[in-house]
């Protein structure tokens, strides 16, 4: 669950203004902090009046020494680059991805067949959010990104004025966590910002949606899939989750119209012209709402969200977000993809030479990262490094130019 989206959420959520303490950290290696010491000593007593035993307190900040750097660097990283709609849902929805979804339908089929009867969401739309939280688990493997989440939320409670409430709300959470035998300190591992396991929870969520789905005691979302997809479920389920139903539907719109904001029923929006792009059908459930949303504008594809699309949004509060998860749980679905593209330009990667690229960048020396075919802010820096070497326009756009050039090196 993205930190971003948080922000704008209840306030089991919250992040906001707190501790000021005045300081400032460099990126330098970690070594032993006093002040941050006297500040945990001080948490120390938060925590005991919030029910945390003291053992529990000193097994979780053991080797806990001074605040890390790079969650601070994370924190305040402003990213240069913002993504296009085509860009962003083909990071998300890819061969990898579709296929990697159908192979785990398949291997865990007996789990999701339990999990989708126990709480009525369809199994596909749980594949497609564990592929957007951690990618199926690959993150969850991943040292540069996973880090000690007491640690994470401890400096972002101690140094980050903006998320200092947050951190502290968090860590509570956290240790909490640990006091009820779930998963030990060894093994409360997050993203910067306190995101843990498979399907990515902030400690607060985790609390209260975390569910034991393979009975042996303990909410692993971790290292169980069934617990971490189970919990999925419980959120959106606890969250309105409407069983049968689907997300929304990608629509064709009449021309040389105008249509009214917010909410109309199915009925409403097909008396004006509004019809499913795929079949051109009319809408089942006709009495139901339904949103018009065009992300890339009149000339991409359009949509017409209905109430299970609101619900994902109290996982992930960003409309990108929610409508990359319906859309790729239909492609491992075998529904089939957009009837209309994305407004791309004309001179666009294929994921292959997405791949292509990253790997030629990394051959001479100018990428590190993972060759994912998902052109992030480490891929455009790169591009950015070689195009600057080589004379080109400094955009950092992943072209046919860029691809060229690094073929014929």
Do not use: C
Not at 72 to 85: I, N, T, V
Not at 207 to 222: K, N, P, T
Not at 327 to 346: H, K, S
Not at 390 to 405: E, I
Request: aromatic share 10%; glycine share 10%.
């Amino acid at each position: 669950m993205q930190l971003r989206s948080l922000i704008r959420r209840s306030a089991r959520h919250l992040i906001a203004a707190g501790l000021s303490l005045g300081m400032a950290l460099s990126a330098a290696p970690a070594f032993a902090d006093a002040n941050f010491r006297n500040w945990v000593g001080q948490f120390k007593s938060v925590a005991a009046k919030n029910g945390i035993s003291s053992g529990t307190f000193d097994r979780a900040f053991r080797g806990v020494d001074a605040p890390d750097p790079e969650v601070l660097q994370k924190a305040r990283y402003q990213p240069e680059f913002r993504s296009e709609p085509w860009e962003y849902f083909d990071n998300r929805i890819n061969e990898h991805s579709i296929a990697i979804g159908r192979q785990m339908a398949r291997q865990y089929k007996p789990w999701l067949d339990r999990i989708e009867r126990q709480y009525g969401v369809d199994r596909h739309i749980l594949l497609a959010i564990w592929s957007m939280e951690s990618n199926y688990g690959e993150i969850l493997k991943r040292q540069d990104v996973m880090r000690n989440v007491v640690r994470s939320l401890a400096t972002l409670a101690y140094a980050d004025n903006r998320r200092a409430k947050f951190g502290r709300t968090q860590l509570i959470a956290a240790l909490k966590i640990l006091q009820s035998g779930d998963i030990d300190e060894s093994h409360l591992t997050g993203s910067w910002a306190g995101a843990m396991g498979h399907t990515q929870f902030i400690p607060t969520s985790y609390q209260l949606y975390a569910v034991d789905a393979d009975g042996d005691g303990r909410r692993d979302i971790w290292n169980s899939v069934p617990d971490a997809l189970a919990t999925a479920a419980n959120l959106l389920a606890r969250n309105g989750w409407r069983s049968g139903e689907g997300w929304g539907y990608e629509v064709s719109l009449p021309g040389g119209r105008k249509f009214p904001g917010g909410s109309l029923t199915l009925a409403q929006w097909q008396n004006m012209g509004v019809v499913r792009a795929r079949s051109g059908k009319a809408f089942p459930a006709a009495n139901r709402n339904a949103e018009l949303k065009v992300p890339d504008g009149r000339s991409g594809p359009a949509f017409l969200m209905t109430k299970n699309f609101f619900v994902l949004k109290r996982y992930n509060n960003a409309d990108t977000y929610a409508l990359a998860v319906g859309l790729l749980a239909d492609e491992i679905a075998g529904v089939g993809g957009l009837v209309n593209d994305w407004n791309r330009p004309f001179d666009k990667l294929s994921f292959a030479e997405k791949q292509e690229l990253q790997q030629r960048l990394k051959v001479f020396g100018y990428y590190d990262g993972a060759v994912d075919g998902k052109i992030g802010s480490a891929s455009r820096e790169a591009i950015k490094a070689f195009q600057n070497r080589t004379g080109l326009d400094t955009n950092g756009h992943p072209s046919q130019d860029v691809l060229k050039r690094l073929r014929s090196n």
